[in-house]
């Protein structure tokens, strides 16, 4: 079981990203784990988005921008299969953010490889709401919520246990 997974924390909007957590499984046990604050445009931040992940514009001020941090985020996601819990958000921001800075989703080759645990948790009845914290409650898989790598370690780890329970 060998796959990618991503998330991203957003200052305002879908091509906002602040923060991201990439981890990759290879024989489904995580072996490299990457994480950075992302400088957004203009370092704004709506309000609502530093209420729910803490990071600020005094966080992110020294933060590279994602012009910079792309070429590692490339380097992990390239050829991957990509898993997040709520692929349609974090699909959207790296789309959104890509194209805002004239960078080239396709040479990433991973449009058909997204995979997300949202959706299997719903599907499996076993999460009432399929929200990554309760899903994690109910595995007993350790989170803090709403931190990029904690996340996507999670989702992660998520992944392992459905697709091993329907093995």
Not at 6 to 20: N, Q, R, S, Y
Not at 66 to 87: D, G, M, R, S
């Amino acid at each position: 079981m060998n796959f990618t997974a991503i998330d991203f924390e957003t200052a305002k909007g879908h091509a906002t990203p602040c923060a991201v957590g990439i981890v990759t499984v290879e024989n489904g046990r995580i072996v490299n784990e990457y994480y950075t604050l992302i400088q957004p445009p203009y370092n704004e931040y709506s309000p609502y988005t530093i209420q729910v992940h803490g990071i600020t514009p005094f966080d992110t001020r020294n933060a590279p921008v994602f012009t910079e941090v792309y070429p590692e985020i490339k380097k992990l996601l390239k050829n991957q299969i990509v898993v997040a819990h709520n692929v349609a958000f974090d699909r959207s921001v790296l789309q959104k953010t890509m194209l805002a800075n004239d960078l080239d989703y396709s040479e990433l080759n991973i449009s058909e490889n997204w995979h997300c645990t949202m959706k299997l948790c719903k599907a499996s009845n076993r999460y009432p709401s399929g929200k990554l914290n309760e899903c994690c409650a109910v595995e007993g898989i350790e989170l803090n919520h709403h931190e990029a790598l904690s996340d996507a370690k999670a989702c992660a780890e998520l992944f392992i246990r459905i697709k091993s329970a329907s093995s």
